[in-house]
């Protein structure tokens, strides 16, 4: 559903040189939504949420915003804020000062100014640290400090560079907590880089992978895990074993994969190669006769009831159903 | 294991001491004992043809009455803040182009090695070459005159207060461009883009960011150069034509007559006004945070 208030990528292209690092790529971004730009390392998504900050010229191609081109003004005209990897707080700075920094640059005066600022300190509960220096921080008051900072420009777009990236795994979890309530809060479109598929499922509520400098697929986190379009997108998200049946590549959620016990009818015969216990499930990964690997997750009672050892041949079941044919 | 038992019975205390010595014994024997020396001597009686131990605050009392050692001081101060201006101007504006401009580390090191150039030749040598270039028939005034800029040679270029500075900023720059560009290579790139977000336009992100954070490196640049324009007597000899005097000189000449407690009174008080200014600029920036 297009809306007046969309941000959309036309025909974005960024090339270094002869290296093409965002090619033509055509996105619509709907208004309010919590959208998590997901792949692996130098696979053009921080580019892309560069170049939608401003902080990276574009070779080709339009960023719409709210119905203008936005693509050749100054980063603080564009209606977006960044919040940096690590958070490039201003270390001479005071939490308050750097969270009222723009309006300073505005000319704004020192009232309404330290006004405004406590005022977005209390939305992301570091009112009472307002004094500190930024060094005197955690790394998630770190974070919340420059999510207060990028949101004080009342930006309609906020875009986040692998905000969880510097944090220990606990935390991350709460963090990425906060961002998902802060977004509903606020209303504002949050456009998250990270190369974390588990990050990207918890938080979005639309998932753009990409690889090679393209979208390779977008769409709800259900629909992008669900139905991989690619091979690439089946590896990636995880939980997918990518085989050859019946002359195609499909793609097979590897908690279908059963092992057949003896007696029941088997799809293909594999031998065993590795197991793996994960708590509530064991992860049996097995090497089939065409030489490709295909994982079982396998719940942990079922498992200890009839173990299996490595180096043991043993027959995998699935459902016709749960086979999920790949489009490449 | 075989290792000598000595090495496990010293205590952790010991063996620190130990490790110290070295440092302290050099710092104790060359500059602790002569300053110690040069204060004592201070207080010493002085004729024309003795020197007398004592303890006198004559030297002293004499410095401090006199009017000459007020202008000379003075004269001083008026060095150390011209040079410090201006080494400060050319300094930070050449770190700066090197720091944020130049974009390869690379042409970063060259260009900076480049600035050492002049330190390949004598302090000295590069003042003399000043003389041919600024002098009545020099280069710079027939430049000027054949360019019609100025029809008399000017007088003021060389053995003047201009030639002093000059001399002072062209040998100094370099003493504030190393710590400056020193500490805005550690500044990350990422705040000037964060300050450009938050809409500072380039003189905003120049004062609210760069400035603040070049800080350390302008102190430690403002200490060299001050330190060593507070404590040179060659640079104002030549360039002044022995018509300017400054404390060094004041100290120079004692010591061409001889007159010791004389010259050691006044190293004293430049010695305790030198750290006088050294304390005040560290009461603004904790540099040992920074180094």
């Given at each position: 559903m297009r809306t007046p208030n969309d941000l959309e990528l036309v025909h974005l292209t960024k090339r270094y040189g002869t290296t093409v690092a965002v090619n033509d790529i055509n996105h619509v971004f709907a208004p309010s939504t919590y959208v998590c730009l997901l792949g692996p390392s130098g696979c053009g998504k921080s580019t892309t949420l560069r170049m939608i900050a401003g902080h990276e010229t574009v070779s080709e191609g339009g960023i719409?915003?709210?119905?203008?081109?936005?693509?050749?003004?100054?980063?603080?005209?564009?209606?977006?804020?960044?919040?940096?990897?690590?958070?490039?707080?201003?270390?001479?700075?005071?939490?308050?000062?750097?969270?009222?920094?723009?309006?300073?640059?505005?000319?704004?005066?020192?009232?309404?100014?330290?006004?405004?600022?406590?005022?977005?300190?209390?939305?992301?509960?570091?009112?009472?640290?307002?004094?500190?220096?930024?060094?005197?921080?955690?790394?998630?008051?770190?974070?919340?400090?420059?999510?207060?900072?990028?949101?004080?420009?009342?930006?309609?777009?906020?875009?986040?560079?692998?905000?969880?990236?510097?944090?220990?795994p606990f935390l991350r979890i709460r963090m990425r907590a906060e961002l998902k309530k802060l977004q509903r809060e606020t209303g504002i479109t949050f456009i998250h880089v990270t190369h974390g598929q588990d990050e990207a499922l918890a938080l979005a509520d639309e998932v753009v992978v990409m690889n090679n400098s393209v979208i390779e697929q977008a769409g709800t986190p259900r629909e992008v895990w669900g139905s991989p379009r690619t091979e690439f997108v089946a590896r990636f998200m995880g939980g997918h074993n990518v085989v050859t049946f019946g002359g195609q590549r499909v793609a097979l959620r590897q908690d279908a994969v059963r092992i057949a016990a003896g007696g029941q009818p088997a799809t293909v015969t594999a031998s065993v190669t590795g197991i793996e216990y994960q708590g509530d499930r064991v992860a049996v990964t097995s090497r089939t006769e065409l030489g490709e690997e295909v994982v079982a997750l396998v719940p942990d009672a079922a498992f200890f009831a009839q173990p299996i050892n490595p180096g043991e041949t043993l027959g995998l079941a699935w459902d016709e159903g749960r086979v999920h044919r790949l489009e490449a | 294991m075989s290792s000598s038992p000595v090495s496990h019975t010293m205590s952790?205390?010991?063996?620190?001491?130990?490790?110290?010595?070295?440092?302290?014994?050099?710092?104790?024997?060359?500059?602790?004992?002569?300053?110690?020396?040069?204060?004592?001597?201070?207080?010493?009686?002085?004729?024309?043809?003795?020197?007398?131990?004592?303890?006198?605050?004559?030297?002293y009392e004499f410095l401090l009455t006199s009017p000459v050692t007020?202008?000379?001081?003075?004269?001083?101060?008026?060095?150390?803040?011209?040079?410090?201006?201006?080494?400060?101007?050319?300094?930070?504006?050449?770190?700066?182009?090197?720091?944020?401009?130049?974009?390869?580390?690379?042409?970063?090191?060259?260009?900076?090695?480049?600035?050492?150039?002049?330190?390949?030749?004598?302090?000295?040598?590069?003042?003399?070459?000043?003389?041919?270039?600024?002098?009545?028939?020099?280069i710079a005034n027939q430049a000027l005159i054949s360019l019609g800029v100025i029809d008399q040679p000017l007088e003021w270029l060389l053995y003047s207060d201009f030639a002093v500075v000059l001399a002072f900023v062209h040998i100094n720059t370099l003493f504030m461009i190393t710590p400056i560009f020193n500490t805005m290579t550690r500044i990350d790139h990422r705040l000037i883009e964060a300050a450009r977000d938050q809409g500072a336009s380039g003189w905003q992100i120049l004062w609210s960011v760069i400035v603040p954070l070049s800080k350390p490196g302008i102190m430690i640049g403002s200490i060299f150069v001050v330190t060593l324009v507070m404590g040179d007597f060659i640079t104002v000899r030549f360039m002044s034509g022995s018509q300017s005097a400054n404390v060094g000189r004041l100290i120079s000449n004692d010591i061409g007559l001889l007159q010791y407690p004389s010259a050691s009174a006044t190293s004293v008080v430049l010695l305790i006004t030198v750290l006088m200014m050294i304390g005040i600029v560290l009461r603004f920036v904790n540099i040992r945070k920074e180094l």
């Open positions: 719409i915003l709210n119905g203008t081109d936005i693509s050749r003004l100054p980063p603080a005209a564009r209606g977006t804020a960044m919040m940096f990897q690590s958070y490039a707080l201003f270390p001479h700075l005071t939490v308050r000062d750097n969270v009222s920094f723009s309006l300073k640059m505005k000319g704004v005066d020192k009232a309404t100014r330290a006004e405004k600022a406590m005022k977005l300190l209390d939305l992301v509960a570091m009112a009472h640290l307002a004094e500190r220096m930024p060094a005197q921080l955690s790394g998630g008051q770190q974070q919340r400090v420059a999510l207060a900072r990028a949101l004080i420009t009342e930006p309609r777009v906020l875009l986040l560079d692998e905000p969880l990236s510097a944090l220990d | 952790e205390s010991a063996k620190g001491w130990l490790l110290a010595s070295p440092l302290a014994l050099v710092l104790g024997a060359f500059l602790v004992l002569p300053i110690g020396m040069i204060f004592v001597v201070s207080f010493w009686q002085a004729t024309e043809f003795s020197i007398e131990p004592a303890f006198s605050w004559e030297n007020w202008k000379v001081f003075l004269a001083t101060f008026k060095y150390a803040f011209l040079t410090w201006v201006f080494t400060l101007l050319i300094g930070f504006t050449v770190a700066y182009y090197l720091a944020f401009h130049i974009r390869s580390a690379a042409s970063q090191t060259a260009l900076f090695l480049l600035c050492t150039i002049p330190f390949l030749t004598s302090n000295i040598i590069r003042m003399i070459s000043w003389i041919p270039f600024l002098g009545r028939n020099g």
